[in-house]
């Protein structure tokens, strides 16, 4: 919820000292301002309208304008951290389009996941699920875990898989969103004409939480960085089984590379025979991939939702079943002597499944060529028979990948489904 204040701090030897503050909203993993998203107008008005009001007060002099941003619990520190960072810019460049702003001014504080927010929100709403053991286990982080990172994510685990998520997923929805809000502050300090009696020191007023617990442990809004519980880091090892079904072991991997840019290389090996019955069964190949994310998955969570990618690939086989048999590339040599080769585009869509599997299906369409030799077992030999060229435009590639995620926060929360 957007809120305009006015909270005075302290008197100093200087004068007194005022700071106004707005919240300023933002979608979800985007830095770019949206004007007309909820209030955002408004209160931007309203910070512009301050400073060009006091810019002709003569009494009064803006000594810092800072940008503090927060976290949701269930993004990752470092990323939000970015997050914030960027949007604390874009507020910064919108106000200094429009009044002369110094750029020794400017200022920004990450307050770190914003448990204290949270606790305010979920005891001021009587529909959260399972609200007396959600609000039990937020205190118990707040006030016992989040000093140590490895008990904060042991605690933050818990509370995602609590009566099954529902209290989780009702938070992400309802709560989670204005938790994500950058705020802006305007710091003024205001001379009186008769000189004041100076403060030794300035208490901030701290922000407590009303009819919890009275021996609530009160949060200040400046508070230390909460230090990240670990460095993201998204991969993903996956298996195509339609591959897996036509008796063809393969296996993939897929590294992101930032900004929903991520690189994939997969490989294939079969190598069945039974020349007693004249069936052979063998390929071997694999093929490299860059696709680029897009889509509300996407936004939410690397290597999921759908991607668009270009790919290479090159393969050699020699199949046959007791009739005519055919081997790609040269007999006898290997992948890169004469062997087949193709490029194209492809379309996917990567769905959560489980905490830590996806499955992926995609279907790529380009241009494949290359020479296959014709032969056929006569008297315990294989007789070639032909060389042929083809050239081939068309589907190309075809997967429905079991993927299974690996690294620090690359996990789907709640049972399956991922986030909704």
Same mark, same amino acid.
């Given at each position: 919820?957007?809120?305009?204040?006015?909270?005075?701090?302290?008197?100093?030897?200087?004068?007194?000292?005022?700071?106004?503050?707005?919240?300023?909203?933002?979608?979800?993993?985007?830095?770019?301002? +949206?004007?007309?998203?909820?209030?955002?107008?408004?209160?931007?008005?309203?910070?512009?309208?301050?400073?060009?009001?006091?810019?002709?007060?003569?009494? !009064?002099?803006?000594?810092?304008?800072?940008? !503090?941003?927060?976290?949701?619990? @269930?993004?990752?520190?470092?990323?939000?951290?970015?997050?914030?960072?960027?949007?604390?810019?874009?507020?910064?460049?919108?106000?200094?389009?429009?009044?002369?702003?110094?750029?020794?001014?400017?200022?920004?504080?990450?307050?770190?996941?914003?448990?204290?927010?949270?606790?305010?929100?979920?005891?001021?709403?009587?529909?959260?699920?399972?609200?007396?053991?959600?609000?039990? #286990?937020?205190?118990?982080?707040?006030?016992?875990?989040?000093?140590?990172?490895?008990?904060? +994510?042991?605690?933050?685990?818990?509370?995602?898989?609590?009566?099954?998520?529902?209290?989780?997923?009702?938070?992400? #929805?309802?709560?989670?969103?204005?938790?994500?809000?950058?705020?802006?502050?305007?710091?003024?300090?205001?001379?009186?004409?008769?000189?004041?009696?100076?403060?030794?020191?300035?208490?901030?007023?701290?922000?407590?939480?009303?009819?919890?617990?009275?021996?609530?442990?009160?949060?200040?809004?400046?508070?230390?960085?909460?230090?990240? !519980?670990?460095?993201?880091?998204?991969?993903?090892?996956?298996?195509?089984?339609?591959?897996?079904?036509?008796?063809?072991?393969?296996?993939?991997?897929?590294?992101?590379?930032?900004?929903?840019?991520?690189?994939?290389?997969?490989?294939?090996?079969?190598?069945?025979?039974? +020349?007693?019955?004249?069936?052979?069964?063998?390929?071997?190949?694999?093929?490299? @991939?860059?696709?680029?994310?897009?889509?509300?998955?996407?936004? @939410?969570?690397?290597?999921?939702?759908?991607?668009?990618?270009?790919?290479?690939?090159?393969?050699?086989?020699?199949?046959?079943?007791?009739?005519?048999?055919?081997?790609?590339?040269?007999?006898?040599?290997?992948?890169?002597?004469?062997? &087949?080769?193709?490029?194209?585009?492809?379309?996917?869509?990567?769905?959560?499944?489980?905490?830590?599997?996806?499955? &992926?299906?995609?279907?790529?369409?380009?241009?494949?060529?290359?020479?296959?030799?014709?032969?056929?077992?006569?008297?315990?030999?294989?007789?070639?028979?032909?060389?042929?060229?083809?050239?081939?435009?068309?589907?190309?590639?075809?997967?429905?990948?079991?993927?299974?995620?690996?690294?620090? &926060?690359? !996990?789907?929360?709640?049972?399956?489904?991922?986030?909704?």
């Amino acid at each position: 919820m957007l809120i305009l204040t006015l909270l005075t701090l302290s008197a100093t030897a200087r004068g007194e000292e005022l700071r106004y503050s707005v919240g300023i909203n933002f979608r979800q993993n985007i830095h770019t301002l +949206d004007i007309d998203m909820f209030g955002n107008r408004k209160n931007l008005d309203e910070i512009l309208e301050s400073m060009k009001r006091n810019a002709s007060d003569t009494s !009064v002099y803006l000594r810092r304008i800072i940008v !503090v941003g927060g976290a949701s619990p @269930e993004g990752s520190i470092k990323r939000n951290k970015e997050l914030s960072e960027r949007r604390a810019a874009t507020l910064f460049s919108y106000l200094a389009s429009r009044v002369n702003l110094p750029d020794s001014l400017k200022a920004t504080t990450f307050l770190g996941r914003d448990w204290e927010g949270l606790i305010r929100r979920v005891e001021a709403d009587t529909l959260t699920p399972y609200r007396d053991d959600c609000l039990r #286990q937020l205190y118990k982080i707040y006030t016992e875990l989040s000093h140590d990172p490895k008990l904060e +994510d042991a605690g933050l685990k818990e509370l995602r898989t609590m009566h099954g998520g529902a209290c989780w997923k009702y938070m992400y #929805q309802h709560h989670f969103p204005p938790l994500r809000a950058s705020k802006i502050q305007l710091w003024y300090e205001k001379h009186h004409p008769v000189p004041v009696i100076p403060d030794p020191e300035i208490n901030l007023i701290p922000v407590t939480v009303r009819g919890f617990n009275d021996n609530f442990r009160p949060k200040y809004e400046f508070d230390t960085i909460v230090p990240e !519980v670990c460095r993201p880091f998204y991969m993903a090892i996956k298996t195509n089984m339609l591959y897996d079904a036509a008796l063809v072991p393969n296996i993939g991997a897929e590294f992101y590379l930032g900004k929903r840019w991520s690189v994939a290389a997969n490989w294939k090996y079969s190598w069945w025979k039974t +020349d007693r019955k004249h069936w052979y069964w063998r390929t071997y190949g694999g093929d490299f @991939e860059i696709r680029k994310w897009f889509g509300k998955l996407a936004k @939410e969570k690397p290597l999921q939702g759908h991607h668009l990618g270009a790919y290479a690939l090159a393969t050699t086989y020699d199949y046959e079943t007791g009739g005519t048999g055919y081997i790609g590339g040269r007999p006898g040599g290997d992948i890169w002597d004469k062997c &087949d080769w193709g490029v194209g585009l492809s379309y996917g869509y990567s769905i959560p499944v489980r905490r830590r599997l996806n499955i &992926d299906f995609t279907l790529g369409v380009g241009y494949f060529a290359g020479y296959y030799y014709e032969y056929k077992p006569i008297d315990n030999c294989y007789v070639w028979q032909a060389t042929k060229k083809h050239k081939y435009f068309g589907p190309t590639k075809a997967e429905i990948s079991l993927v299974w995620l690996i690294g620090c &926060d690359n !996990v789907n929360p709640g049972k399956k489904g991922g986030r909704r």
